[in-house]
């Protein structure tokens, strides 16, 4: 099954804990947008330290969009972090930060954007847990996906590496769930689909089913 994982992009750590509290009952996993307003423009709410004060009983990635991520790593391996995600583009010592993680007992994903070709994860199959395929510009939520693009490279990266775990995270809603599961991916962060429903269980089982539907 297609596993959803509710993306919180937001400014505020109180959003954050808001947009927690808001999905915690309908899934295992929520994903937290972290930039740094270099690697993107877009800047969120960006310290970890405050993850001290979040309780929640969710598995939580954090989406590293920030330039040369090895510079604050150890900052985000902490409680309640099970899975950080780095971007191929930003990196400059992927092994530094696979050990690092693997010593910390926390998942290690690797992210690239729209444009970069998807031959560049190749190197990485088998090392790291989780594949990223950002549908969207690092940024705010809500952005207009070029899905032809982006589905092609799902299915290439699908055929390449059949047991790779492959994460989809931009512009996911219940058209785009079904075409992007249909063309291997096993992850959907979802974010503005989710949080602008006015009944977010619905949303979230309905992404859920459309996913599932072969």
């Excluded at 330039?67 to 992927?94: C, F, G, N, Y």
């Excluded at 970069?116 to 594949?131: A, H, M, N, R």
Aim: a negative charge.
């Amino acid at each position: 099954m297609v596993e959803i994982i509710p993306s919180i992009n937001v400014r505020t750590f109180e959003e954050v804990q808001e947009r927690v509290k808001k999905v915690e009952p309908y899934v295992k996993w929520c994903h937290l947008d972290v930039t740094d307003g270099v690697f993107s423009k877009h800047l969120t709410w960006h310290d970890p330290r405050d993850l001290l004060n979040l309780e929640t009983s969710l598995n939580v990635e954090v989406h590293l969009m920030v330039s040369e991520p090895e510079k604050v790593l150890d900052q985000w391996l902490v409680k309640p972090i099970k899975r950080v995600i780095v971007h191929l583009e930003a990196v400059t010592d992927m092994d530094l930060i696979i050990k690092k993680c693997r010593e910390a007992g926390v998942g290690i994903g690797i992210a690239i954007n729209p444009e970069t070709f998807w031959g560049k994860l190749e190197l990485w199959f088998g090392k790291v847990d989780i594949y990223q395929v950002l549908a969207v510009h690092p940024g705010p939520s809500g952005q207009d996906v070029d899905w032809s693009e982006i589905l092609g490279k799902i299915r290439h990266i699908r055929e390449r590496c059949p047991g790779c775990i492959i994460e989809v995270d931009g512009g996911i809603n219940p058209e785009s769930a079904k075409k992007a599961a249909d063309a291997g991916a096993n992850l959907l962060a979802a974010g503005a689909y989710i949080f602008s429903s006015k009944d977010i269980e619905h949303s979230i089982l309905e992404l859920r089913r459309l996913a599932t539907i072969s």
